[in-house]
T-cell receptor, first 112, second 116 residues
Framework: GDSVTQMEGPVTLSEEAFLTINCTYT??????LFWYVQYPGEGLQLLLK?????DKGSNKGFEATYRKETTSFHLEKGSVQVSDSAVYFC???????????FGKGNQVVVIP | ETGVTQTPRHLVMGMTNKKSLKCEQH?????MYWYKQSAKKPLELMFV???????ENNSVPSRFSPECPNSSHLFLHLHTLQPEDSALYLC???????????????FGEGSRLTVL
């Protein structure tokens, strides 16, 4: 079935460091891809999305590019802040279908 | 203030209790969802309601019983739960555009359930 795989383990880094969170997917066809973020004590919220190959989603300094050839959608930010500490979820769905398949999420901790 | 409100935020119950989780959305959406979030596991889609009709039930045990009385409210009735049902239960809503879903869900803050 369709699934999303995120790199294992929490990510701890210093303020202003470069952040990368890997996400790969398995799907038949061409899904839409998403990154959701969950700040402490809150529900998930959409961070960015891309609906077709080579599209780049961006928001709040975060970027991710839909790579069909590597079935990946890695999340990057050039200079993280303490306020970026959260759990980040990669997800996929097919256009017209809101049945999102989520990855396990990655806890990101940014220390001053 | 979030557009999707869940109550209670925290619930502790014994295995023989009956309780309910409530979700209310103030966004005018017509689809609502229940997700289960457990540690170190992907979010699990439990139920989907569209226009108050249940359109999906992902093999969820019958001890979880959803109810959607109108497009703004969604309940999850709980009875004879097991300790492994302890998790964060998230409600979400969405609104299709031009008849198609966009993949954007709006989540509540969740109800943290502990089953003793």
């Amino acid at each position: 079935g369709d699934s999303v795989t995120q790199m294992e383990g929490p990510v701890t880094l210093s303020e202003e460091a470069f952040l990368t969170i890997n996400c790969t997917y398995t799907a038949t066809g061409y899904p839409s891809l998403f990154w959701y973020v969950q700040y402490p004590g809150e529900g998930l919220q959409l961070l960015l999305k891309a609906t077709k190959a080579d599209d780049k989603g961006s928001n709040k300094g975060f970027e991710a590019t839909y790579r069909k050839e590597t079935t990946s959608f890695h999340l990057e930010k050039g200079s993280v802040q303490v306020s970026d500490s959260a759990v980040y979820f990669c997800a996929l769905s097919f256009y017209g279908n809101n049945r999102l398949a989520f990855g396990k999420g990655n806890q990101v901790v940014v220390i001053p | 203030e979030t557009g999707v409100t869940q109550t209670p935020r925290h619930l502790v119950m014994g295995m023989t209790n009956k309780k309910s989780l409530k979700c209310e959305q103030h966004l005018g959406h017509n689809a609502m969802y229940w997700y289960k979030q457990s540690a170190k596991k992907p979010l699990e889609l439990m139920f989907v309601y569209s226009l108050e009709e249940r359109v999906e039930n992902n093999s969820v045990p019958s001890r979880f019983s959803p109810e959607c009385p109108n497009s703004s409210h969604l309940f999850l009735h709980l009875h004879t739960l097991q300790p492994e049902d302890s998790a964060l239960y998230l409600c979400a809503s969405s609104q299709p555009k031009r008849g198609l879903d966009t993949g954007e869900l709006f989540f509540g803050e969740g109800s943290r359930l502990t089953v003793l």
